[in-house]
């Protein structure tokens, strides 16, 4: 691990691109920023500040010996075994060096983009993400629409505590506990708060039987924590990856979003009559989006999951960017059922034989 | 046999009997127009009322005349004897057709039993592999001898008969005379027609399997990949469909050049503006490029070339006069008119090496190489031929059936060489040996009083059937449709079928056909529903009609998009609409009979829908 790290890393920072102190999420969001894709600005607080508390507070012995006991701790247990350990994190001193060098970065935050105590997205990034095959899609907090330091400060211990929560602890790949399997880090990345006007998902691939030629989307009105959590029935669109024709599209009736509101914070609001039974992307946005995830794909040189946002302007920011998980771990298979030369298929054919099968299902391609 | 038993549980749907097609009012006796073999007829009910017959609107989009059914009666026997009996293509037999109606209906008959297939399958990959590995050179021998059919067309001819004699036919020796060379003239001209009729499907059905093959594949590979992405893939950009385009690209520049392309823009008759730009100084070295482009390029029909009703621009060239005046029009606002070749080269490697990256094994991208390779070899086959066949020997055919009419104007049988497509082939035979009787006796032969009357009712009983709007299909759906050339040429699948059962009207004013070019357009329509009324269209018009042919390509620099009844994937169409990137919706079943010329109507050629928006007033 990288221990010359500094506490702080922004995303513009040229050591940011892929940087292992940032995790998962933010070292990916430091690649896209360095390739040139619109990624709102930020900084992340480095796994290096995470064990520098963690040492600090005298918790690291003891967080080893939880994550390395995930493996084997049943359900019901996780929460007595951890919880002294999640009292130090939640109350111990910080260090002041870190303190300061947070408080010197939101501050700087907060003058580049001309905003006092500016909105910002609270967003964990766990080094566990790194693992392949494991997404840990949900499981790490995010904490959105954070305003003023002394918030940021709080929802900061908030992330490092989601370590040692039961739905990270017991997240299991192929049968083990992915946090067992060494000494993982947290960093938390503090990022501004895209006004979305639209925003949602999009996968690289036909999610349902990994048709690689195709940009799967959801998007919603709004925030697209909706489409994250699965409690607003997204629009969908299916693009051609190389002609980037919109294949396929189903609208759907939204009539609530995800939005911020100053009494009530991120909640469920009615959207206004002049939006309802209106597409929330337009077929420009839709062709857009794809031709990003087309190239986020190329330059990641492989299947991906990004979540993405439209902003007031009409914008479109990346907001994370994670390698797709499911079919990637899948051995291709082959859709010729049979080789035989390019006559030999022809003929198969009039004689009435299907020379491919359908692109793998997800029944088929299960692992 | 009873048929109609749509209670029992497994009764599927079906389309109205052929039996039950009741004749048009007017339309009485329209049988007499066409052979005995062409009709539904109860000795064969059994067999034709547990079939299913599709309108062939793609080729024959209006009632057909009795002369032209030469062409239908010629790839009945030419089409199907390549699948049944040259290669025996497994799974697919001869596809019969009948005339219902004066409207061709077509059903293909296939094959099921495993034994057979296996026994034709044999059979068919020895003769089939033998074309596919020389496909080139046999391609080269075909252009020959489609070149020689088309030298021997041009030398026959058609004279009235002589007063007496001529010398030489005496002194020669000769022993046979005028009447023996309009009676050989006669069969020759059947017999080359036949002839260019077989070598039509010489290697299309082969073609269009490749083609098939790698559809197939993409399909399932990338579902959803729409069928013009992979034509793009395999289409050729030097093809002969584009050349008479291009010439009239290149007589545009080149009357800039001389300066004559003011005569040209004024003067709206073709032969006024012929005569216009002869008086100028420019003039002769134009109407020499002119003459240079016309052969063979303007034997160019303005429909599929089946039937001899479609202009041609050869003889009648106010549609290229219409595109030159275009094409001046842009050039002197200094646009580019030339086809963006390096473009289209372009994305085609783009797209195909895109596509083949996003296979997952390298076994698929090796089966993807080598079937894209093969359909690019067949492709210029399947594009080409169309040039030859249908609009240049075709073309040509009509104007020498229309010498003949002339003789029999000359001996008084007809008022007009047009007559002669109100006779059947057969008919015409006779009619000449009436001819010639009545010249070699010297009684004056009943066909000067015969036929007039014939032909005046059969004017009158052709119009009546085209007011008749044809149903889509008749008879029986197959439990599936497999025969690889109904899915190919006609576009007809499983899910046509359940569209087309589904209603002959749309309930929600939306007609649904296949997405055939993308794009969305709103506009008046224009229904054209024979050729003639090509030159109605106005600009920003929105063309509906039974099927639209590549050689209409001038209308499409007029209209704001184009709805079809009939057409698949490999419909004529589709190479220019993507040409001119109009918005197209092909195969809608009904289009022309649920909309009307001035309606207001949306196409959106993404989803293959069109929607009515306000009918016209009825004036």
Redesign the interface.
Known sequence: MSAAAPFVLWLDDPIANGHPALGGKFSSLGEMTASGFSVPPGFGITTTAYRSFMDAAGLSEEARRVSAAADKMALEDIKSETKSLIAGVLNAPLPAQLEADIREAYAELERRTGVKDVPVAVRSSGESEDLAGASFAGQYDTFLWVCGIESVLHYVRQCWVGMFGEAVLSYRVDGQAVISRGDFGMCVGIQQMVQARAAGVMFTLNPLNGDRSKVAMEAVWGLGEGVVKGDITPSRFMVDKVTLEIVERKRSDQREEYRFDPSQGVAVLPIEEERIGVSCLEESHVLALADLAKHIERRRGAPQDIEWAVDVNGNVRVLQVRPETVWSRKAAQSIVGKQRSPIGHVLARMAGNQIAKPAATGAKGAV | MEVQNDTTPSAKRRFQSPFDVATPPGAEGWQELYPYYAHISEERRAVEEQKLWYFDGMHNPEPLYPFDTIMTENWWVAASQMTTKVWP???AMGIDQRIINGYLYVSPNSIDDPAE?ARR?EL??ER??HY??NWDTIYAEWKKKANGCIERLKQIQFKALPEFEPEENVYGHRGIYSSHDLLSSYNRLIENLFEMGSYHFEMLNLGY??Y??FR??CQ???????DQ?ITDMVSGIDILLFRPDDELRKLAARAIELSVDEALLVNSDPAAALAAVGALPGGAAWLAAYEESRNPWFWFSTGVGYTHSDAVWMTDPRLPFTALRGYIQALRRGEDIRRPLDKIIETRTR?TQ??RE????E??RE?FD??V??ARTVYPYVEDHNFFVEHWHHSLFWEKVRELGEVFVAHKFFDDKEDIFYLHRHEVYDALYDMIIGWAVGTPPRGEVYWRPIIQKRRKIRDALAKWSPPPALGLPPESI?E?LTIMLWGITQETIQQWLGGDTAEDGVIRGIAAS?GKVTGRARLITESEQLYDVQDGEILVCRITAPSWAPVFQRISAAVSDVGGMMAHTAIISREYGLPAVVGTGFATVNVSTGDLIEVDG?EGTVRVLEKAVQA
Do not use: R
């Open positions: 293509i497994p799974v297939v399958a068919f990959n089939a592999g596919y590995e399997g490749a098939l093959t197939e594949f399932q590979a990338f579902p959803g990949i729409s992405t797209v895109e596509y996003l296979l997952p094994t076994d698929d089966a080598g079937l390779k093969l497999t690889p993308a993404t």
